[in-house]
């Protein structure tokens, strides 16, 4: 277990947000529409996608909220408006580093950042990506209670 991981476990799980790249939507097939916030997935979306299933998870464990973001600017102003004590994010290695250190400049000290548990994507491009989903639940969820881990 890294230390992130370690840090992000002791956090509560309302106290954190899950932070998820728009190129990992099926992009022929989601019905999702973009907005000043993200991806907005509609409630009676009927698309079985790694998208979905990671939001789902991270709402099922009590998470403070979900941003489907579509770039790096998006992620870091939902950063900013809900001031989560732990992050979890997948996205692409490139996103991943310039957002880990632009949280980690938000913050009055390197001590008081957030721990962030970055997921990369599997498969990079832009469009149509993919990521090991079976990392990604397992970071959502680090020292959540076994029942909402598996919901």
Do not use: F, N, W
Request: hydrophobic share 40%; charged share 25%.
């Amino acid at each position: 277990m890294s230390q992130a991981d370690d840090q992000l476990s002791k956090v509560s799980p309302a106290e954190r947000v899950l932070l998820l790249s728009h190129c990992l939507r099926p992009s022929q097939t989601c019905p999702g529409k973009l907005s000043k916030r993200g991806l907005v997935c509609p409630e009676d979306c009927r698309e079985d996608c790694v998208l979905g299933r990671l939001r789902q998870a991270a709402l099922a464990a009590g998470y403070k909220g979900v941003c489907v973001a579509s770039g790096g600017a998006m992620a870091l102003k939902y950063v900013r408006e809900l001031q989560p004590r732990g992050i979890v994010a997948v996205a692409c290695s490139k996103e991943l580093a310039e957002g880990v250190e632009a949280v980690l400049g938000m913050a009055p000290s390197p001590s008081e950042a957030p721990p962030i548990v970055v997921v990369p994507l599997t498969r990079d491009g832009c469009v149509d990506t993919e990521v090991d989903e079976a990392q990604a639940m397992a970071a959502i969820a680090l020292g959540c209670p076994r029942q909402a881990a598996d919901a």
